[in-house]
Every structure is written in structure tokens, then in C-alpha cells.
């Protein structure tokens, strides 16, 4: 069974609704579970009340796929090192069950998204956290034990965190033009208190992938509570019933054509190393077959850029007289 720190979904600690029996009547329970008919009530769980409609849900969902390819392609060209983010699970939970659900310490950045009432809790666990902060840093981006961030570390994650913002305004692009910005990072999650305990909040839960001299895992958690997406509730009804379907029927005029055409098309691939601090009086002297040490480690991957896109992550050798890049991990469109 996978920890928290390598992928899981998050825990729900909501515990079924009951009302004690009264002079032998029925309970609630009973009302609920007793057998269906064209008159018997719907299930409804008044400690769980649910604020968020499928068609909201899946409209949600499919918006945060373009939230975890921006973002995870944000954090690889901040940290140099290929980082991946894919969906696990979204839950309905309140927001006392979800702080609850939370180890401490944990990593929680609260991120305004005005003109959105509120913000949205951006979380990961402490040890993925540090390994974010030591590859940085320019570490090796090797495991972290389990402690509390200090006060530098904590504004290192902050600053990691705001070069990947783009990705909730290209998330909600579709329907609100958002200013995100970072408000506090707090390791305590009793200290992060955005709403009333009994709010209900939509819980979107991604795996985490770091590959750098080593792999690390964890699960990074995007916590909207309701009062925060209500005022673009319709426009989630809308973009859901607007959504064009999957599939070729769905292609623009054209498109066939232009792919075509596109896939012969050549572009240049950057391959760039681990960066290297050189005094200018070495760079000045240099000769012809002198030789520059570079921080960048022979068991260290390489990263390929297409533009400012990291495609893919790999290592330098020589094949014959050429230079050549063996391809370790590849950027896969679905992040």
C-alpha cells in the first residue's frame, strides 16, 4: 500500500448521519437505506451536504488538466529538473475534515485568486517540500527526512511556488480572468484557517514526480472551498454544456492538413545543464583546449527545451565523434 508521500488520495473522516430512534419510529438512517420505490426519499447526508453538481465536478476536472501540464512544466524550468504532476482523485469534504486529514508539519500555500472572494490551499507534504527547496537551491533534489521547513526554507518554497502561478490563470482563462498571488506559507495546518470549519470544499489530489540525481514521490492537494468557486458556478454549467466532444469529429476544419504539415516541420533542441558560476578573469583567459569544470555531475539528466518547453530529461555521452543525449524521461502531453 503506497504512503502519502508516494501517491494516495486523501483520507475523508466523515462519519454517517443517524438520528436516534423516537417512540419506535423510523430513523434517518433507516429512511435513507430502506428500499427503493417510486416514493422513497433520495439519500441525503446532512453532515456531508453536497454543494457541487457532477456536471460542475467534470467541468473542474476537466479545466485542472491544463493546470497540471502548465504548472508541472512551470516548476521543471524553475528547479531544472523534470517534474510531473497527474490527477488521483477529487473529493467532496469539509474543511475542518480536511485539515484534519493533514500530517504536521505539511506545506500550505494559501493563493489568492481575486477577483475570486477567498483563495485556494495549494499543499504537500514536508519531505517533498524540502526536496523542492535543496534542488532550488542546486542540490541534488536527493530525500528529505521528515521535519518542519525553517523560516528560509518556507520562503524558498514561496518564491518556487509564484514562477508556477501562470497555471491558475491559464486554468481559469476559460471563465474569469484571475490575478493569482501567493498570500502565506504556513507549516502548521491549525494555522491556515481560509473558511469556517463546517464550509465545504472541492479537493483535487495530483501525484507528484521530481526526477533529478534521484526520484522522488509525493501528492500535492488544490483545496477550493465552495464559497471561493461560487460565483462561477454558472459559467462551470456553461462550459460544460458547451465543451466540444473528443475524437476526430471534433478537429477544425483543416486541421488534418496543418498537422500534417507541422509534424515535417523543423525545430531546434536546446540541451542544458546544471548552471556554473565561472570567474570572469577564467572566462577572459580561456585558450583553445583548456578545460572548464562544470557543476553539472556525469549521473545528473540533462534537460531538452524546445523555446522555453521542457520536452525531455536525459544524459550527455558521445556516440562515435558526435555528442549525443540518451533520452531518460519524456514530458508526455498529459503531464
Known amino acids: 500500500m503506497p504512503t502519502r508521500d508516494s501517491v494516495s488520495p486523501h483520507p475523508l473522516f466523515v462519519p454517517a448521519y443517524a438520528a436516534p430512534r423516537d417512540g419506535g419510529g423510523s430513523t434517518v438512517g433507516e429512511i435513507l ?3 427503493a420505490g417510486p416514493n422513497s426519499l433520495p439519500r441525503f447526508d446532512f453532515r456531508k451536504p453536497s454543494k457541487f453538481g457532477r456536471e460542475h465536478i467534470r467541468s473542474l ?58 483563495g485556494v490551499i495549494l499543499e504537500m507534504s514536508a519531505p517533498t517540500g524540502l526536496v523542492i527547496v535543496d534542488r532550488a537551491l542546486g542540490g541534488f533534489g536527493g530525500s528529505a527526512p521528515l521535519r518542519r521547513p525553517t523560516d528560509i526554507e518556507t520562503r524558498v518554497l514561496a518564491e518556487v511556488i509564484r514562477s508556477g502561478l501562470g497555471a491558475f490563470q491559464e486554468t481559469f482563462a476559460p471563465l474569469l480572468e484571475v490575478r493569482p498571488e501567493v498570500t502565506s506559507v504556513e507549516t502548521n495546518p491549525n494555522f491556515v484557517q481560509v473558511v469556517s470549519p463546517s464550509e465545504t470544499t472541492l479537493l483535487l489530489s495530483y501525484s507528484l514526480v521530481l526526477s533529478a540525481s534521484t526520484r522522488a514521490e509525493g501528492l500535492l492537494t488544490l483545496c477550493y ?10 459559467r462551470l454549467h456553461r462550459h460544460i454544456s458547451v465543451e466540444q466532444p473528443a475524437g476526430p469529429e471534433a478537429e477544425p476544419p483543416g486541421g488534418a492538413r496543418v498537422r500534417e504539415h507541422v509534424e515535417d516541420l523543423s525545430v531546434t533542441l536546446d540541451v542544458i545543464l546544471k548552471p556554473t558560476s565561472v570567474l570572469a578573469r577564467d572566462i577572459a583567459t580561456l585558450r583553445p583546449g583548456d578545460v572548464l569544470r562544470l557543476d553539472h555531475r556525469v549521473d545528473e539528466p540533462a534537460l531538452g527545451v524546445v523555446g522555453d518547453v521542457v520536452l525531455l530529461a536525459g544524459f550527455v555521452g558521445r556516440r562515435g565523434k558526435r555528442l549525443g543525449l540518451r533520452v531518460s524521461d519524456w514530458r508526455s502531453n498529459d503531464g
Open 225 to 234: 472551498p465552495f464559497s471561493t468557486l461560487q460565483p462561477v458556478m454558472d
Open 61 to 118: 476536472e476537466s479545466l485542472h488538466e491544463s493546470f497540471a501540464r502548465r504548472f508541472a512544466s512551470l516548476l521543471t524550468h524553475s528547479l531544472r529538473s523534470v517534474l510531473q504532476l497527474k490527477p488521483v482523485a477529487v473529493d467532496e469534504i469539509t474543511y475542518e475534515n480536511y485539515v484534519r486529514s493533514l500530517p504536521n508539519p505539511s506545506v500550505l500555500a494559501v493563493v489568492s485568486l481575486a477577483p475570486l472572494p477567498g
Open 33 to 35: 437505506d430502506g428500499p
